[in-house]
C-alpha cells in the first residue's frame, strides 16, 4: 500500500482509485429499455388481434357445418320416406288401387259403378222477380 504524508508529518494512506465513472447519457437508458417492451407488446397485439379473428372464424365454421349437418339429416328422412314410397308404388296393391282410382279399369267379371253428379239447382235468392213490377 503506497502512503503519503500530511503536512504536519502524519502518514496518510493513499488508495489508488481503480474505479472510473462513466456518465451516461440519459435519453439512451430510458429508450433501451423501452424499445424492447414497445416492441413485445406490440407483438402481444397482434398475435391477441389475429387469435380473435381466427377464433371468430372457427365459430362461423362451427355454425355452418351444424346448419349441413341439419340439412343432412333432413335429407336422410326424406330420402327414406321417397324409398318407402317407391316401395309401395312397386307393391301390386298399390297399382291395382291406382288402376281402379284414376284409370277406371275393372277386373274380369266386376261391372263398374260411376256416380253421376247431379247439377246444382239455381238457389231461391239468384233469381227472384218482384211480382209488382210490371212490363
Known sequence: MISSTNGRGKTI???KKTEVKIKK????AKL??????????????????????????LNVMRQNVQAIE?????LQNKNAELHKTLELMQSKDYVERVARENLGLVKPGESLIVPVEQPEQPSANTNIIDPTIKD
Open 13 to 15: 494512506p493513499f488508495r
Open 70 to 74: 341439419q340439412q343432412v339429416e333432413q
Open 25 to 28: 447519457q440519459p435519453g439512451k
Open 32 to 57: 433501451k429499455f423501452k424499445f424492447p417492451f414497445i416492441v413485445m407488446t406490440l407483438v402481444v397485439i397482434y398475435m391477441a388481434v389475429s387469435l380473435a379473428g381466427e377464433m371468430q372464424k
